[in-house]
């Protein structure tokens, strides 16, 4: 479930996305908003049951806050965490966000949330998408994360466990400002797909 609600929150720049064309649509007649009035009798009439584009802005808005939520949660968490020595480190941040860019292009093109061909196909091509995220442990690739300030280190970590000293390589994020260099001690979670820094314990081992 962890995987699966952070690729969910990584799309929520998009359900925002579509949810404000969705409004601005309703809004405006020929490039021109509609009058204050109209917008007043517009709201005073409003019921999300009465068309599928509006059941789905309000779906939308849902998702992106309780998605929204557990991310915070998650990159908060003092659970499972574990002294380790960094090997090896690279930012990757840029490499990796600047990916998805094209995902989110892919996933937004000519797409009406009114049509429900339109919808069935977001849905088909979003699960598509989160198979591979979530079965190839993508879900430190999050652009939400780096609105947040979070960067992405590919680092080479050893366990200093006192009875494991066991070497993985994986991704770090981190929203610390960090002098990272190779040989010095953190102290940081261990989840299965990434781990998230917690804390600097000294310059060198």
């Known amino acids: 479930m962890r995987k699966v609600l952070m690729f969910v929150s990584s799309y929520i720049p998009l359900y925002l996305l579509l949810a404000v064309r969705n409004i601005l649509d309703k809004i405006t007649i020929k ?89 069935f196909s977001f849905f088909f091509i979003m699960f598509l998408i989160g198979y591979v995220y979530v079965t190839s ?26 009875y494991s000293k066991e070497t993985i390589q994986t991704n770090m994020v981190t929203n610390k400002e960090i002098n990272l260099k190779e040989n010095v001690k953190i102290l940081a979670s261990s989840d299965e797909d990434f781990v998230v820094f917690s804390k600097l314990i000294d310059e060198k081992i």
């Open 137 to 162: 442990n993508l879900t430190y690739i999050n652009p939400v994360l780096y609105l947040m300030g979070y960067r992405v280190y590919a680092v080479i970590l050893q366990s200093d466990e006192k």
């Open 31 to 119: 490039d021109s908003f509609i009058t204050g009035n109209e917008i007043v009798e517009k709201i005073k009439t409003y019921n999300p049951l009465n068309s599928l584009d509006e059941m789905m802005v309000l779906i939308l808005l849902a998702v992106s806050i309780i998605s929204f939520k557990f991310l915070i949660k998650m990159t908060k968490t003092e659970t499972n965490r574990v002294y380790y020595s960094v090997l090896e480190y690279n930012d990757e941040s840029a490499n990796y966000f600047f990916n998805y860019i094209s995902l989110y292009l892919l996933s937004s093109f000519g797409f009406d949330i009114g049509n429900i061909v339109d919808v």
